[in-house]
């Protein structure tokens, strides 16, 4: 039975450079998810929806290993950010910061599969966030991403470059939320050698 793990079959999605920003296009995808609002330093909101999502992406996949004879790496944890004043982000004010976390889904799982996880988290588990986690496609398009080494609390200068610098450039310029691809455990990784994925979707400046 061979495994699909999404950080093998799309590098160019879940790999970058940290040496140079780059330009890739995301095809929609199916993701879980969960919304919320606040710190993720210190929410415990924040790591309920961490643990409901991780626990209902494990059950899709043993539901997926049981009745479709396929089996997955279950993938990384993702954040979409966006704050109702945008320069919450460079003053670091997490408490204005509004996130929905999400862990990408093998093509060939189907609502009805997650359904029946979601359906089994609720009755075995008892998560206080289990009922907010919700099967959905998302639609990024065009990007521009870079990798980030080090802690989180330091990826404003990255971004600000980002947005400064590479973006007007190349013409281009920000659409939807800022994107997080959280390559490394945090809870077993020195923050110094955190490596996080940036990603931006972009547009064409417009006249």
Not at 75 to 95: C, K, M, N, Y
Not at 100 to 123: F, Y
Request: aromatic share 8%; net charge negative.
């Amino acid at each position: 039975m061979r495994n699909y793990d999404v950080k093998k079959e799309r590098r160019d999605l879940y790999s970058a450079r940290r040496d140079r920003f780059e330009i890739v296009d995301v095809p929609r995808m199916s993701f879980l998810m969960a919304d919320g609002r606040g710190d993720p330093n210190t929410s415990a909101d924040y790591r309920a929806v961490v643990e409901a999502l991780y626990t209902t992406a494990y059950a899709v996949r043993a539901i997926a290993k049981r009745e479709l004879a396929r089996t997955h790496t279950v993938g990384p944890l993702e954040g979409l950010w966006t704050a109702d004043d945008l320069g919450a982000f460079r003053t670091r004010d997490h408490d204005e910061w509004n996130w929905t976390l999400m862990i990408v889904q093998p093509d060939w799982i189907g609502s009805a599969l997650v359904d029946e996880a979601r359906d089994h988290v609720g009755r075995t588990k008892g998560l206080s966030a289990g009922h907010r986690v919700r099967f959905e496609e998302y639609a990024e398009g065009r990007c521009v991403q870079i990798l980030h080494v080090g802690p989180y609390d330091e990826e404003a200068p990255t971004i600000a470059r980002m947005h400064e610098e590479f973006m007007p450039a190349e013409e281009l310029a920000p659409r939807g939320h800022h994107h997080e691809i959280y390559l490394s455990d945090a809870r077993r990784t020195e923050p110094g050698r955190l490596r996080t994925i940036l990603r931006q979707p972009v547009g064409p400046v417009r006249s």
